[in-house]
Nanobody
C-alpha cells in the first residue's frame, strides 16, 4: 500500500489541524495505521495507532485528550484531528501501514510498519 500524508501547516498554540493519510490499493481496510512524528534533532516517536476496523486505538500519553484518530475505509483515508496544539507538537508527521499479525503492543514501534508516507510538516508557534 502507498500512503500520502497531508494537512500540515503553521498554527498558533491552542489551534487545530487535521491531517489526512490517503492510501492506494483495494486492501487498505486490512492494515493497521499509525502516526509517528519526528521533531528537530529528535528520534521518530509514536503518536497514535488505529486498528483495521477503527474499533481499537491507542495514543501516546503526550497527545491523549487532544488528538483523535479515525478512519474511513470506503475512502481509503485515515484522519488525525489535532486540537489544543502546543509548540512541542512541532514535527514532521508520518503515517504508516502495518500488515495484520503483529501484537497490539508492537504497533508503537516504527519497525512494525511496512509502508510509510512522505510526511507532512506541522509547526506550532508560541
Amino acid at each position: 500500500v502507498q500512503l500520502q500524508a497531508s494537512g500540515g501547516g503553521l498554527v498558533q498554540a491552542g489551534g487545530s489541524l487535521r491531517l489526512s493519510c490517503a492510501a492506494s490499493g483495494r486492501t487498505f481496510s486490512i492494515y493497521t495505521i499509525g502516526w509517528f512524528r519526528q521533531g528537530p534533532g529528535k528520534e521518530r516517536e509514536f503518536v497514535v495507532v488505529i486498528g483495521w476496523s477503527g474499533g481499537r486505538t491507542d495514543y501516546a500519553d503526550s497527545v491523549k485528550g487532544r488528538f483523535t484518530i479515525s478512519r474511513d475505509n470506503a475512502k481509503n483515508t485515515v484522519y488525525l484531528q489535532m486540537n489544543s496544539l502546543k509548540p512541542e507538537d512541532t514535527a514532521v508527521y508520518y503515517c504508516a501501514a502495518a500488515s495484520p499479525g503483529s501484537s497490539w503492543s508492537a504497533y508503537s514501534r516504527p519497525l512494525t510498519y511496512d509502508s510509510w508516507g512522505q510526511g507532512t510538516q506541522v509547526t506550532v508557534s508560541s
